[in-house]
Nanobody, 124 residues
């Protein structure tokens, strides 16, 4: 079992930046990939970004490409999501997740472990 704890959410004006952090503990040797997902009120949880734990390969949703950057420090079991040029439509609860599976990066069902989520609110 992997435990995940997110931090760094908050309120920011449109065009601003935030950096989310995710600390992993427990069976971190089982992690193949880490991902960030978000869920806006009344909407389903959707993929934002992912990073492969071993080779550092990154993946992004089209809606955040060029604005968000996912990174990791494996030795510290940390994953980050740097969010720049934030828009009101980025407002959501952001979740960190981990998966031992390699065949997918954007399917929430493939991720076994989830953090509690952190609220990001972007005002216009």
């Amino acid at each position: 079992q992997v435990q995940l704890v997110e931090s760094g959410g908050g309120l920011v004006q449109a065009g601003g930046s935030l950096r989310l952090s995710c600390a992993a503990s427990g069976r971190t040797d089982s992690i193949y990939r880490m991902g960030w997902f978000r869920q806006a009120p009344g909407k389903e949880r959707v993929f934002v970004a992912a990073i492969s734990w071993g080779d550092g390969r990154t993946y992004y949703a089209d809606s955040v490409k060029g604005r968000f950057t996912i990174s990791s420090v494996n030795t510290k079991n940390m994953v980050y999501l740097q969010m720049n040029s934030l828009k009101p439509e980025d407002t959501a609860v952001y979740y960190c997740a981990s998966t031992p599976r390699s065949f997918t990066y954007n399917q929430a069902a493939a991720y076994d472990n989830w953090g509690q989520g952190t609220q990001v609110t972007v005002s216009s």
